[in-house]
């Protein structure tokens, strides 16, 4: 293939508005697929992506395409649409010169399609906008032409008016791709660049790396070089993605395609490499930043014995997924265990999920909290740490304010898009989540677009839950990084009769002490057994104690059930309760069943 008749584009779009459908159409238009098959989201692989309907890990095809004589190569490259995934939306995008807008119709421009245009925009790529699902009873196309104006600066004659899940008007989606995306800037006579964007692990073939060429040209056979690791293999394998592996003899620049050689985890294909042949080096393409997990959570095996299978799940599942942090970690009450990193709230439960489905594992997964950070105050401290932020991502390691001269915590740039007549409650809710208006701009009569400074913090629990109850579910939301912000954190210790339990230390912002201090011991109290005695529960900052529950003393005497003397009822009521206390923490004198802590430090 010449290189001016490829074009390397890539479908974004939020959540639902049909970017995987249409790929679908696209798909059967170029003969890629049958037409017969019940084609739904073929790209989409994952158990947990056809369940949820969502797009986790982008996937790759290539598709041959005839117009006057001419045969082109188009390669799609499909993104995940969520907000936690926008790391693999930024990697898919460099090997691309431009991009499909997808809109819905109906719902308009949403949170996610802002983040995604200008994630194209700032990678300048040719936008084409398409606005699906013309076919719904409620479609106002022209409406959508108005607010692509309006936002995005995109003149009106240039929107695609289709529905994907008709067909109707998708091959004028091909032509504009062939018109209005340039073909790749490549040069095939220059020794070998090519940029891993993807990387999947395959048990039997080890690493397959998704690779865009820039120049040159790669082939079964060649040495090949990692402009990261510097480590040389041995090309076993290439091809073209057609959605499936299909090997070629050769891939030539321009080209988007797959290639194995012999790397044994995908760390050793780090997404952003450059690759290069055996002493021909370049200069390796410009690489991502990295992705940075946000939210941390604790994972244990519900049974110690599950420690083994539930640690080679969690390998297995990592090596297809480098997003994910592993540090291991123990806990009085759960045992041994991980803290895990995840870019997100979903990312981690679609993590979780897969365990569950792909793994068989059963886990109990923790509260999330986020990295905050602690300035140390002095030369000394800061010797003594070797650095002068201290990363926290477990409440154990928080940092007395007497050592520190200033916390820190993330926060995020909020884009939040919704029907006019929920603005008020929307504001209400951000406030109450400490958050700072930025910006409001109207996109159309009765649609707005609200800019927030948001602690992340304040946003992983429950925030989008509660955006989309108070707005009836239409108003969406998106985030990006930025940065950090001074925080007055504090620590808080819950007590049980004056003694400390260690797993449930919490660090909070001060002016939200008293709400989850009252929450943490309201759920104690409700899953703690009543006891001989009464117990104080109690939340506390150093020795101020905010918060107050009592659970009541009861004799329970289970014995007392079986008065008429049935021994061997009483035998197994007896061995019962003795199995019982094998899952039993002393906290001073107090008993309390792993089941209570479960309740109170799980994700709700
Ligand atoms: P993510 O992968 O989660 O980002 O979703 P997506 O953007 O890939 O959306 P998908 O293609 O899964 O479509 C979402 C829903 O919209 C599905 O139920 C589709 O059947 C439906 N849909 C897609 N295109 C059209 C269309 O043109 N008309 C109508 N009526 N429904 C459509």
Known sequence: FPAENIRNFSIIAHVDHGKSTLADRLLELTGTIDKTKNNKQVLDKLQVERERGITVKAQTASLFYNREGKEYLLNLIDTPGHVDFSYEVSRSLSACQGVLLVVDANEGIQAQTVANFF????????????????????????????????VFDIPSDECIKISAKLGTNVESVLQAVIERIPPPKVHRNSPLRALVFDSTFDQYRGVIANVALFDGVVAKGDKIVSAHTQKTYEVNEVGVLNPNEQPTHKLYAGQVGYLIAGMKDVTEAQIGDTLYLHKQPVEPLPGFKSAKPMVFAGMYPVDQSEYNNLKSAIEKLTLNDSSVTVHRDSSLALGAGWRLGFLGLLHMEVFNQRLEQEYNASVILTTPTVPYKAVLSSAKLIKEYREKEITIINPAQFPEKSKVSEYLEPVVLGTIITPDEYTGKIMMLCQARRAVQKNMVFIDQNRVMLKYLLPLNEIVVDFYDSLKSLSSGYASFDYEDAGYQTAELVKMDILLNGNFVEELVTIVHKDKAHTVGKAICERLKDSLPRQLFEIAIQAAIGSRIIARETVKAYRKNVLAKCYGGDITRKMKLLKRQAEGKKKLRKIGNIEVPKDAFIKVLKTQ
Request: neutral net charge.
């Open 119 to 150: 994630l194209a925009f700032e990678a300048q790529l040719s936008v084409i906008p398409v606005i699906n699902k013309i076919d719904l009873k409620n479609a106002d196309p022209e409406r959508v032409v108005k607010q692509i104006e309006k």
